[in-house]
């Protein structure tokens, strides 16, 4: 089992900053993939970011791309996302996912996610 808590979620006026941070534990935190995906209210969860366990490749949402960074900081089990230049339409519940290479998000381990709101 791997558990993760996410943190860092809040208010923002659009144009504004957040770093997310996902927290876990349990199994070797480096083996996994880990990935952000955020749910917007009536809509579905939609994939934000990803990165290998090394840290060296890392996957974004067009909708993300230049303003999203996710890292990872295997020492200290945890794994970030830096937002900048939020938008009302980032406004949605962030999530933190975990997968081995070659499974499915689905099958991995999630958090209980973090609200992120961007007022306008």
């Known amino acids: 089992q791997v558990q993760l808590v996410e943190s860092g979620g809040g208010l923002v006026q659009a144009g504004g900053s957040l770093r997310l941070s996902c927290a876990a534990s349990?199994?070797?935190?480096?083996?996994?993939?880990m990935g952000w995906f955020r749910k917007a209210p009536g809509k579905e969860r939609d994939f934000v970011a990803a990165?290998?366990?090394?840290?060296?490749?890392?996957y974004n949402a067009d909708s993300v791309k230049g303003r999203f960074t996710i890292s990872r900081d295997n020492a200290k089990n945890t794994v970030y996302l830096q937002m900048n230049s939020l938008k009302p339409e980032d406004t949605a519940v962030y999530y933190c996912?975990?997968?081995?290479?070659?499974?499915?998000?689905?099958?991995?381990?999630w958090g209980q996610g973090t609200q992120v709101t961007v007022s306008s």
């Open positions: 990165i290998t366990w090394s840290g060296g490749t890392t």
């Open positions: 349990g199994r070797t935190f480096s083996n996994y993939i």
């Open positions: 996912a975990a997968r081995l290479a070659g499974g499915s998000w689905d099958s991995g381990f």
